[in-house]
């Protein structure tokens, strides 16, 4: 009995194995001899899918894209007229989508500032920029929606979870669509690859943040993200743990209080690594801010991407006069730098 049904599972099994023998000849071949992994391997950029940054269009028909400058050739300073350009200028840049070429004043290649175009600027309210109730409720539910209807306990919480940042009257918005600008910046992220960063912040530090960023980028230091607050739903919180460098985003530093990141002349730089700690009177730690960071919050060790009065970041701030938060007393603010010039 065991014998006849030894000889029922070998001809199926033999077809499962022939099968798989089949596959896996045909999956070489046709990858040229390389496993799936191999494959993976050699040609990240087709099996890993990526955000593809948007090419400037402003080229010449056949010439070549992604011609980026490279961490340290272009070293000839900083040239306090943004705009005019250096040498390399006319090459073809990677830039941010948001950017529109018309409006864009070029600091150095990769490096531009321009005012917020409406599709960015709709982007933003009600996330980073501040919206009425009202406005809130027209973006949600159109123009047609019932003035006099009452929104349900449901639809206020879908209204405020799309739209968390909501105010009583415009008139309490203290800062303007026409007072902040948006950069375009290239910078070099953990693993040393170029990637296009995107800051908003306050017209009045656009330049320095584009001279000093530029500095950081020709001297590789690295910097894991750069984006809008809004991939992060307009939160500090998750942007942090993210370790997202940023400036502008409209919220309260301590009940009743605006953050200058509110008004843009604040901007974090690798916040994870460069964590937020509070501290008692007799100097024990009472909270540190993003939840994880805790291992950062010892600033008295050595790690990557440590900001101390020795990182350049600190440097470049200082010399363009820009406060430290790390210099606080009983809370050190470590991934932050403000210009107050209200």
């Not at 340290?72 to 040239?79: A, K, M, N, Q, T």
């Not at 864009?104 to 109730?133: Q, V």
């Not at 009257?169 to 690859?193: M, V």
Request: glycine share 8%.
């Amino acid at each position: 009995m065991m014998k006849d049904l030894l000889k029922q599972l070998i001809k199926p099994l033999f077809i499962i194995i022939s099968i798989i023998i089949f596959c896996t000849l045909l999956t070489r071949v046709v990858l040229s001899g390389d496993t799936l992994s191999d494959y993976a391997e050699k040609n990240p950029e087709i099996a890993f899918a990526t955000p593809t940054p948007v090419v400037d269009e402003d080229k010449e028909d056949g010439e070549e894209t992604g011609n980026l400058p490279e961490a340290g050739v272009l070293d000839e300073g900083i040239d306090d007229n943004p705009g005019e350009g250096a040498e390399g200028a006319g090459e073809v840049l990677l830039v941010s989508f948001w950017s529109v070429f018309e409006n864009r004043s070029e600091f150095r290649p990769g490096f531009s500032k321009e005012p917020l175009s409406d599709e960015l600027f709709a982007y933003m309210k009600g996330i980073s920029f501040p919206i009425t109730l009202d406005e809130a409720i027209t973006i949600i539910y159109g123009d047609d929606f019932e003035t006099d209807h009452r929104l349900s306990e449901f639809e206020f919480e879908e209204l405020y979870a799309l739209l968390p940042n909501i105010v009583e009257n415009a008139d309490e918005i203290a800062i303007s669509r026409e007072e902040l600008t948006f950069l375009s910046l290239l910078y070099n992220d953990f693993d040393g690859a170029v990637q296009v960063g995107e800051m908003i912040c306050n017209i009045t530090i656009a330049d320095d943040l584009l001279a000093i960023f530029y500095e950081l980028y020709l001297n590789g230091y690295q910097l894991e993200r750069i984006s809008l607050i809004e991939e992060y739903g307009g939160s500090d919180t998750f942007s942090m743990i993210y370790n997202n460098t940023h400036s502008f985003n409209y919220r309260e530093s301590s009940p009743g209080r605006l953050s200058l990141h509110a008004f843009g002349l604040a901007v974090d730089i690798n916040p994870f690594n460069n964590p937020y700690v509070a501290y008692n009177n007799n100097g024990t730690i009472r909270r540190i801010s993003p939840v994880g960071s805790e291992s950062f919050a010892d600033r008295s060790l050595d790690f990557p991407h440590k900001i101390d009065e020795d990182d350049l970041a600190f440097k470049l701030f200082d010399e363009r006069g820009f406060f430290w938060g790390g210099n606080w007393n009983f809370q050190k603010d470590y991934h932050h730098f403000q210009k107050d010039l209200r």
